[in-house]
């Protein structure tokens, strides 16, 4: 996303607090008119699992779908914003602020950055810009939950072998912009090796065990958390022999 980045301070701490915590964003089914032709078949229970849904391609677009075929997601914000401190670096935050100048003058936006995942196999994150903190942070929830990927997971460690899906089964990397981020399986109890705000997402992903490298200049947080995601995305790109699927118990969203 390439844009002017300046930092005015004009959102009060306080309201930031208070945003922090969005309360769960479950949807009564049976207020729900389905738009799309997907929505329509999955009300009417014809699609029953979201693996039915992914497998096949399908394009999400309402996030009510999400809502009814992996229940109890959990959201987060992502830490992507810097206030400029008077002493450097300044406190993360998780609105960055972005002006356009117009004729108008000086035009502030704000830009969030969500995480939706159900801690086991599927993840999404999505970015959301708005004039006001409330809706960017709504519609970033709403495209999170739009952009929800299966996640395989294993355990690809020779120190551990342990068969189950607790790290991720191979090496991937993901990029965006310049930064690449390299995860690799790492043995139980190792933890989440891994910048602070991706560490979110891999929570999220279902992963408790990870090593990584990161290349680049990570000051841009938002590239850092794209290049994670992306990573993610490449351990379902990957044909597993048939073989492998035992030996390093493989998980696919949340099927053995
Ligand atoms: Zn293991």
Redesign the pocket.
């Known amino acids: 996303m390439p844009e002017e980045e300046t930092t005015p301070p004009i959102v009060k701490e306080e309201e930031i607090a208070v945003e922090k915590k969005p309360s769960a964003r479950e949807v009564d089914m049976s207020s729900w008119t389905p738009k799309t032709d997907l929505g329509k078949r999955v009300k009417g229970g014809e699609f029953s699992d979201i693996n039915q849904v992914i497998d096949a391609g399908k394009k999400i677009k309402e996030t009510e779908i999400i809502d009814a075929l992996l229940p109890g997601m959990e959201t987060d914000l992502l830490l992507i914003g810097q206030s400029k401190g008077k002493f450097g670096g300044g406190k993360r935050r998780i609105f960055r602020q972005t002006q356009k100048k117009t004729q108008e003058g000086n035009k502030p936006h704000f830009l969030a950055l969500a995480v939706v995942g159900n801690r086991d196999g599927y993840v999404g994150l999505g970015a959301g810009k708005a004039k006001e903190t409330v809706p960017a942070r709504e519609k970033a929830y709403r495209k999170a939950k739009l952009s929800i990927i299966k996640i395989r997971r294993g ?1 690809g ?1 020779w120190q ?5 899906g ?2 991720i089964p191979f090496k991937v990397s993901g990029k965006c912009g310049s930064i690449e981020i390299v995860f690799m399986p790492a ?2 109890g190792t933890g989440l090796k891994a910048e602070k705000e991706c560490q979110k997402i891999l929570r999220l992903a279902g992963i408790t065990d990870i090593w990584s490298k990161t290349r680049g200049t990570t000051t841009t947080k938002l590239n850092v958390m794209y290049a994670c995601f992306d990573a993610l995305k490449k351990l379902m790109d990957t044909k597993i022999k048939s073989e492998d699927y035992e030996k390093m118990g493989i998980v696919e969203g949340n099927q053995k």
Do not use: L
């Open positions: 355990c460690s551990c072998g342990c068969k189950t607790h790290s043995p139980k």
